[in-house]
């Protein structure tokens, strides 16, 4: 008999009859950040007849939610089995919520006055979630209609501060995982900033500059009366570069009749921060500096593996190559280029900027260079490896073969690449990990310092933006282990900048009242 989650014994096989029961004692095995929770229970008599079936996966939550005999569960664990079975169908949400709650239970411990006020019920729950229909008109004359949405999650600390992702695997789920990420992270920058996301499942590929353009204006037409400069500054994620942001800017500066910095990622002529474009791949660079030197290491003859190939993966590489590194890998959602002499920076962006083209052409430039289709990067001999395309791209399989290589450090510079399996087993076999709150925050702080600029009406020059966030990301190393090592998890990364994320938006949220 199959099935989608294991009890440890299978159901005890029986006659037809009206109502299917399940009792008796079972093992249930539910996955955690720290492999599997397996928890001996007695299981209820369920009459599965009697109302409408769950699916498997809402009955294995329904039966791990259930308390252990003798023992109670601690807050934080309570709130991920509630939020297991309201948001069963939003998996990525599920995954960025336990990734950290199941870190946060000892600042818990020593607070208790936040369970009394029902912090982390009011954390996991958007403060709005806006859903709206986006039509628009392709060249063909054809009207077309995609969905938007907007997900201000929270603004203890500051206005909403997140991107938009245009991308056909935009939904709810996935825009609240990264709203969710995004609270934390934007807390330690440092910069009163709260977290928010939104997006679209619109594809920007393959469509003319006009066609991108009306939708951009439709989908402003309705993000105008959710955003502002005090409320909500949206900037660009995957699928929203510097054309897209443009658009956007346009549509909301003709229906509000005003300039204002309610968009970040601007164009240099017209508000935009010099060192933005560069901002995240570089902070992840300056990240990784911090972690080398904590082991008494230099980046200057390391070996990098880096995934993607667009604006973040970019950088990274050309802040990496700067610094004597030597990155051999770049990707795209097809495959991978593995070139042994280094990625050349300006080949790359040719193929992706200036041409818009796929990973695969990169070898016509460079004939040392092989090409991998529908294949990864991490089989590649590495010292470094440095996921900067998509959430859970890295996986346990693809972790194990980082650490049979070699590989000793793990830097996000995407939003959630490596699955929580694949943390753990990096993190266990000693490979020093950067989560991307901490790592990739570059981006989104140096948006903040865009948002300064264009409130005191002015523009500062490349490298008085790239010192400060170079000074930045040095700071949120240092909060992030300095966290880790008050809370007895010296040297895991993960765990203190969830920590000291976590702390700031929770004494603002306490301060603020229940609201």
């Known amino acids: 008999m199959s099935q989608n989650f294991s009890t440890g014994v299978a159901p005890r096989a029986q006659k037809a009859r009206p109502a299917r029961e399940l009792d008796g004692p079972a093992c249930v095995q539910m996955p955690c950040k720290y492999g599997f929770l397996c928890m001996s229970i007695e299981l209820r008599t369920v009459n599965v007849l ?31 089995a509630e939020l297991k079975e309201r948001y069963s169908d939003q998996p990525e949400f599920i ?29 996991v729950e958007p403060e709005r979630i806006v859903i709206f229909r986006v039509p628009w008109v392709d060249d063909a004359g054809k009207v077309q209609v995609n969905r938007g949405y907007r997900v201000q999650f929270n603004s203890a600390i500051g206005p909403y501060k997140g991107g938009l992702r245009l991308h ?52 402003m037409i309705e993000l105008v009366k959710h955003i502002g400069p005090d409320t909500d500054v949206p900037a660009g994620d995957i699928g929203t570069g510097a054309r897209e942001i443009g658009y956007l800017f346009g549509q909301y500066k003709r229906l509000t009749n005003s300039w204002s910095s309610v968009l ?44 993607g190939s667009g604006n973040v993966a970019q950088y990274a590489i050309q802040k990496a190559e700067q610094l004597g590194a030597k990155v051999v890998t770049a990707s795209d959602s097809n495959g991978y280029v593995y070139d042994p002499e280094g990625i050349d920076f300006d ?32 089989g ?79 523009s500062w020059a490349f490298d008085e933006v790239d010192e400060k966030l170079h000074g930045i990301m040095d ?10 090592k008050e809370y007895g998890h010296e040297g895991d990364l993960v765990f203190g900048a969830n920590i000291a994320g976590f702390l700031k938006v929770a004494d603002a949220m306490m301060a603020q009242g229940v609201c």
Request: glycine share 10%.
């Open 50 to 80: 009697a109302r409408p079936q769950p699916d498997a996966y809402s009955l294995a939550v329904r039966i791990a939610s259930q308390p252990l005999r003798g023992e109670t569960m601690s807050y934080s664990e309570k709130v991920i």
């Open 95 to 123: 995954q960025a919520a336990e990734e950290v709650l199941t870190t946060l239970q000892p600042a818990l411990d020593a607070h208790p006055e936040f369970e009394k006020a029902a912090l982390l019920e009011r954390l």
């Open 168 to 219: 056909p695997s935009v939904n709810l789920g996935i825009l609240k995982f990264l709203g969710f990420e995004q609270i934390f992270k934007n807390s330690l920058t440092t910069l009163p900033m709260g977290g928010g996301k939104g997006g679209s499942d619109f594809d920007p590929k393959g469509k003319s500059d006009a066609e991108v353009m009306r939708f951009c204006q439709s989908f």
């Open 264 to 307: 970040t990622g601007k164009g240099l002529s017209y508000g935009g921060s010099l060192a933005r474009t560069e901002a995240t791949g570089y902070g992840a660079v300056y990240f990784l500096l911090n972690m080398l030197k904590q082991r008494g290491e230099s980046i200057e003859g390391k070996v990098v593996a880096v995934s």
């Open 347 to 378: 080949t790359l962006v040719d193929i992706k900027q200036g041409r818009r083209g796929r990973i695969s052409e990169y070898v016509a430039a460079r004939p040392g260079a092989t090409y991998h289709e529908g294949e990864r990067p991490w």
């Open 380 to 458: 590649e001999n590495c010292d470094i490896a440095m996921p900067c395309a998509t959430q859970n791209e890295l996986e346990l399989a693809d972790a194990q073969r980082l650490v049979a290589n070699g590989c000793g450090y793990v830097v996000e510079g995407a939003n959630m690449p490596t699955t929580l399996e694949a943390t753990q087993y990096l993190k266990e076999n000693g490979v020093f990990f950067a989560p991307g709150k901490a790592a990739n925050a570059g981006g989104v702080a140096t948006s903040g310092l865009e948002m300064s600029q264009n409130h005191e009406h002015l």
């Open 475 to 484: 700071s949120i190393y240092a909060a992030a282990y300095d966290a880790a």
